[in-house]
Structures are given as structure tokens and as C-alpha cells.
């Protein structure tokens, strides 16, 4: 795949890699089941969002090297009952996060677009990094990016570390070790934590 006129090493074609496209979709409807359950208990509704996921073996080069991996048919995650206005908002929302959080990776080596949130000027939580993966599909040492919006924005990130675990890309204590170094860095009180105990 060329990509700014330079070859990208991922490996993004034939059935393994159809396989694992249409394996993110499984597990984002299976991660935002959990995440709901979860957002029940305080109460919180919400049936829809939707999702990006990328890829790239050069974070560093910007954001012109991610490569979208999960299809356009299927961001989409459960239903709108009132209108396709918020298909739309949710589209835009998750859109931003990511290409956000490529860039402040690549200037500031964030790692969720959390670190750069400014709720006044609608840029929200809801993206994560996930760096030095070797993926038997895609190839070794990639960098993947996941972002969601339609769940408050607490939630929308806990989908995308739940969402990562089912695809192991990374452990449980991986997760909670990236969460809790984030949380100390930003003195946040983080209201998920140990995620694979919500997923059993």
C-alpha cells in the first residue's frame, strides 16, 4: 500500500486482514454491550455511538500514515431512534478525537486524546493509542489508534480499552497500567479501572 509516497509495511489486504476488519466490528458490538452494562449501574442510557480504528507502522510521521481499518459500513454501533442527526455528530465527534490524538502523539507523545480535551471547544476524550503491537495479520511493531463517541466520554474511552482487549492487542495489565500512569500525570480520578473484570 503506498501512503505519501512511501510504502507502508502493514499488511492491509487479503482474507486474513478481511477477517480481522469484520473481527473489530464483532468486538466493538461485543465491548459496547459491556460498556452499557457498566454505564447502567449509574444509571446512564445510551444505544448508539460510533467507532474508527487505524493503523500505522510510523506514528511519528503524522497522520497521512494511518491507515482506517475498520469499514465505514460498519462504525456504526446500534441504532438511532429519533433521527440520523446524531449518526452525524457521533461520525464528527470520532473523527476528531482521532486525528487530535494522531497529532498530539506525534508532538506531545499522548496517548489518549484525554490529554488534550477542551470540553468548551467540543474536543473530548473517547481516543486511545495503542503502541508496539506484533499482530499476526497486520505485521510487527504497529501502532493502532481507537476512537468512539456516543457514550459520555468516560465511557466512550472505556469502550475502546475494552474494545482493545477483545481483539488482544493488549492485557488487562497493560490497560491498567497506562491508566493509572495517565491518571497520576493528570491527577484525574479515572472511573475504570481492572476492565477485563467487567468483560468475565
Known sequence: MSNGGKMLKVRVQG????????????????AAEIVKKEMAKKGIESNCGVHHMYVTDRPLDGRRHYHRISAYDRSFIGRVEKDLGDWSRYQNNA?????RLMWKHK????????QSANRDAGEYAGA?????VDHPVLGDNLTFLSSFSGFPEDYDEMFCYVHAELLELRTSSETNKTVLDLASR???????????????
Not at 478481511?18 to 464483532?26: P, S, T, V, W, Y
Not at 508532538?107 to 484525554?114: Q, V
Not at 486511545?128 to 508496539?132: C, E, Q, R, S, V
Open 95 to 99: 473523527h476528531e478525537k482521532a486525528l
Open 15 to 30: 482474507s486474513d486482514f478481511l477477517q480481522f476488519a469484520a473481527r473489530i466490528h464483532r468486538e466493538a458490538l461485543e
Open 128 to 132: 486511545i493509542i495503542i503502541p508496539g
Open 107 to 114: 508532538t506531545h507523545g499522548h496517548l489518549t486524546s484525554r
Open 186 to 200: 493528570a491527577n484525574a480520578n479515572w472511573p475504570f479501572m481492572l476492565i477485563r473484570g467487567m468483560a468475565n
